[in-house]
């Protein structure tokens, strides 16, 4: 057990002192702390009748909505926002703008040129967002099953809201997408060569042939790998959350989910959904890990290995499957290039297991979970034929060698 122990920490230590992980993770976990300051690159934007830098709207409109926070968004506070809008005093509609960009994301900002629309919003808010969630449910073809379901959740929502400023928390998820394939990228980079170094070194024949050439050193450097996949996905995950944190704030932890995602359907806090973020990224880290390691026990080839990823990446990133085609488009959308979006808090599409119904988001950690399986027994099963191929070799070498 301990030259187990020994040979674990020993590929450990061989993946982190390699130069081209040190490189590359230092140029993404740069790409990290971009992705918060990104909104703030700019000259000039509009914030309510005034123009300022991207930086003094964040700092405006952060402090407006701390004021606001804890202000629950009823009639009388609707009122006071459409009156703002009409006031030419541009600091009053400063004000309640963290109020009324909070309900430009029930309607869209495509509803900002109908004035007739928007009264009518200032009356029926809390009717407007059902009647968009419900929008949502048609396109993505729900079953009458499903909307019962559904029904029932939202039933269990209290409304009216209370406003709470969230964006240091739930910027989070608008980040997670370009994390994910910072994640990808880095992993294909750092993993490819896992087993394909052996080959292009001509040492897989010794390491085969040897004490822990068999199943020991296999699955002790996939251990190994996935170790350092988590630990990179811990890594981009927390240098974006702190920086994030450090720009727009702490606050609303406890918020309700649809403060920040208005047409959410759970009935959980911001940070209970960020937590869940950061369990889902997890997952995804280790389905990459163990498939990398698995095409480069397959192909021996790094650039192969590295090709496919990116590839797939691009692929993903390039195309859409419509929700007219429910299954393959929930199939499409459980791909971790797609999981890790903040529009995923609002697809309401469920799959039925044994009579549960679960979204892609609940199913995904298992689905993952069992692919990685699958690589590990396929793996190993390549592993052994190598090892007999290697064996055989071996005792025909030797034979020669005596005659």
Not at 58 to 85: F, P, Y
């Amino acid at each position: 057990m301990n030259e187990i122990g020994t040979l674990y920490v020993y590929e450990l230590k061989k993946t982190f002192n390699r130069k081209i992980v040190w490189i590359v993770g230092g140029i993404m976990l740069l790409l990290c702390v971009f992705l918060s300051l990104s909104d703030l690159i700019s000259n000039s934007t509009s914030y309510g009748a005034e123009e300022v830098s991207a930086y003094e709207r964040m700092k405006i409109n952060q402090e407006n909505a701390r004021d606001l926070s804890g202000t629950v968004i009823d009639h009388t506070l609707q009122q006071k926002v459409k009156e703002s809008t009409t006031n030419v005093k541009p600091k009053s509609m400063q004000k309640y703008a963290p109020i009324y960009f909070y309900m430009l994301k029930i309607i869209g900002n495509d509803s900002m040129t109908s004035e007739i629309y928007f009264d009518k919003l200032y009356e029926e808010l809390y009717e407007e967002r059902e009647h968009q969630i419900s929008q949502n449910r048609t396109d993505q073809k729900l079953t009458e099953k499903e909307r019962d379901i559904w029904r029932n959740r939202d039933a269990k929502i209290k409304t009216p809201f209370t406003f709470e400023y969230t964006d240091g928390w739930s910027n989070l998820w608008d980040f997670a997408y370009t994390i994910n394939y910072l994640l990808l990228l880095m992993l294909s980079i750092c993993l490819s060569n896992v087993f394909s170094v052996e080959h292009l070194r001509k040492t897989d024949a010794i390491i085969l042939c040897s004490k822990y050439g068999r199943k020991e050193l296999y699955f002790v450097k996939i251990l190994a790998g996935i170790t350092f996949g988590v630990t990179t996905a811990l890594l981009f995950f927390g240098v974006t959350a702190a920086a994030s944190i450090l720009i727009y704030g702490a606050d609303g932890f406890h918020a309700a989910i649809q403060i920040a995602f208005p047409l959410c359907s759970w009935n959980i806090s911001v940070g209970a959904s960020v937590v869940i973020l950061l369990f889902l990224l997890i997952a995804v880290a280790i389905l990459y890990s163990a498939v990398i390691m698995f095409l480069s026990e397959i192909l021996k080839n790094s650039v192969a290995v590295m090709a496919i990823p990116v590839g797939f990446m691009i692929l993903t990133m390039l195309m859409d499957v419509p929700y007219q085609f429910r299954i393959a488009s929930q199939i499409y959308d459980l791909l971790p290039t797609n999981l890790l979006a903040a529009w995923e808090l609002w697809d309401d599409r469920l799959v039925s297991i044994l009579g549960y119904y679960v979204t892609n988001g609940q199913i995904a950690p298992i689905v993952y979970l069992l692919i990685t399986l699958l690589t590990l027994v396929i793996g190993n099963i390549r592993l052994e034929q190598d090892r007999t191929t290697c064996c055989r070799w071996r005792r025909q070498t030797i034979s020669s060698c005596i005659h």
